[in-house]
């Protein structure tokens, strides 16, 4: 946890995590290779949403596609070479509770009619 916590300058605080999984993809049979990340972004928000409702608190740590970064993790983590590293994320009991943002902006949307 401490050599993945000092991976990028933003995974700090997953040196005092009490888990953090690293998500991985295979390269290898892959129907769509160009969409295995995007999939991965899918399969992580679904992670985050469910660590929420169990009133876990979590942190996504952005990896792919920063070919360095990535290649550091499988190497720490001694992977095999058909698969990939696509994200860190740490988990555990949050220290605090903040409110909830409201971030919505509805000059942000816009309705195009044809």
């Given at each position: 946890m401490q050599k993945l916590s000092k991976v990028t300058p933003y995974?700090?605080?997953a040196a005092g995590a009490p888990v953090v999984i690293v998500p991985v993809y295979h390269t290898e049979g892959l129907v769509a290779p160009s969409f295995a990340q995007?999939?991965?972004?899918?399969?992580?928000?679904?992670?985050?949403?469910?660590?929420?409702?169990?009133?876990?608190?979590?942190?996504?740590?952005?990896?792919a596609p920063m070919e360095d970064r990535m290649?550091?993790?499988?190497?720490?983590l001694e992977?095999?070479?058909n698969v990939k590293v696509f994200s860190m994320f740490a988990l555990g009991y949050p220290a605090e509770?903040?409110?909830q943002q409201n971030r919505f902006a509805p000059?942000?949307?816009?309705?195009?009619e044809k």
């Open positions: 995974t700090g605080c995007i999939d991965m972004a899918i399969a992580q928000q679904n992670i985050w949403l469910e660590t929420d409702a169990l009133g876990l608190g979590g942190v996504w740590f952005g990896i290649e550091e993790i499988h190497s720490l992977l095999p070479e509770t903040r409110p000059e942000r949307i816009h309705f195009i």
